[in-house]
């Protein structure tokens, strides 16, 4: 890049453009995570949209590990989306 010529001003704005460019998509992706609504789920719907396994998977895997978030709503079982992301981050094992 050459920088013989510019001025301040014109060099300013070449960097809070490149800086918007970078910037911006990433802070989309961050105020669309925590401003989105949270959803209840049931489990198909946890499974189908988040852990990616079938209703036995969660039952057997996922459902009786402690701290497993879910919440009975009558009869049903329901799942927080949100919830149920964080607790996946904060259990994950790395090798």
Known sequence: MQLTGIDEHELTEMVANRLAEKLFPQLHDLVTKYETPDEL????????QVLSCSTNTLTTYFLYQPGFPTILKG????????????WIAEHQQYS
């Open 75 to 86: 009869s049903q079982r329901v799942y927080s989306r949100k919830a149920v992301e964080k």
């Open 41 to 48: 789920l049931t489990g198909q719907e946890i499974c189908d």
